[in-house]
């Protein structure tokens, strides 16, 4: 079976900081990527950032970084420099070959001034 | 360049009645994927269309059907709603690719927030 695991359901971070929101996954898929979306409260889903099963080096974006240990099975989401706007829950997400993205239950991160 | 546009933007619906969700891709997209809500969770799979058939299902009741047309639009009806049936309804659509997930994730909508009352 395939899941997603968020252990942490709400985290707090003074601004200019960095954090990392921790995420597990599992499935018997050789072939899958990871996913990490924003959402405000607004509502919409937005893309942060991927990683493929076999890509040898972590993702970066700006200032997201995903910490891919694929034998634990990690992909943990490192926001440097963090800033007031990266208040929001964050969804760690699987896609696997068959073409299918399932969603852990969220961490909401909250941005102190 | 439009991306993906779903309506109502609310809805309120007493126990018991029926609700059609829409939703349109992003342009170039041919797979329209729906999801549930609730709040505070994180999103549920519900089912997937592609070329105007369901190739995928969640751990959903019949009460929940879809439809895909063939400008690849889409709408979710839910039946006989029901109190719990309140949530953020999310459309994301993709182009479908077997065999090797891709980088390009699911463009979502910005949803439909049902009350059941």
């Known amino acids: 079976a395939q899941k997603i695991t968020q252990t942490q359901p709400g985290m707090f971070v003074q601004e200019k900081e960095a954090v990392t929101l921790d995420c597990t996954y599992d499935t018997s898929d050789p072939s899958y990527g990871l996913f990490w979306y924003k959402q405000p409260s607004s509502g919409e889903m937005i893309f942060l950032i991927y990683q493929g099963s076999y890509d040898q080096q972590n993702a970066t974006e700006g200032r997201y970084s995903l910490n891919f240990q694929k034998a634990r099975k990690s992909a943990n989401l490192v926001i440097s420099a963090s800033q007031l706007g990266d208040s929001a829950m964050y969804f760690c997400a699987m896609r696997t070959s068959y073409d299918k993205v399932i969603f852990g239950p969220g961490t909401s991160l909250s941005v102190i001034p | 360049d439009a991306g993906v546009t779903q309506s109502p933007t609310h809805l309120i619906k007493t126990r018991g009645q029926q609700v059609t969700l829409r939703c349109s891709p992003k342009s170039g997209h041919d797979t329209v994927s729906w999801y549930q809500q609730a709040l505070g969770q994180g999103p549920q799979f519900i089912f997937q269309y592609y070329e105007e058939e369901e190739r995928q299902r969640g751990n959903f009741p019949d009460r929940f059907s879809g439809h895909q047309f063939p400008n690849y639009s889409s709408e979710l009806n839910v039946n006989a709603l029901l109190l719990g049936d309140s949530a953020l309804y999310l459309c994301?659509?993709?182009?479908?690719?077997?065999?090797?997930?891709?980088?390009?994730?699911?463009?979502f909508g910005s949803g439909t927030r049902l009350t059941v009352v």
């Open positions: 994301a659509s993709s182009l479908l690719v077997l065999g090797s997930p891709t980088p390009y994730g699911y463009t």
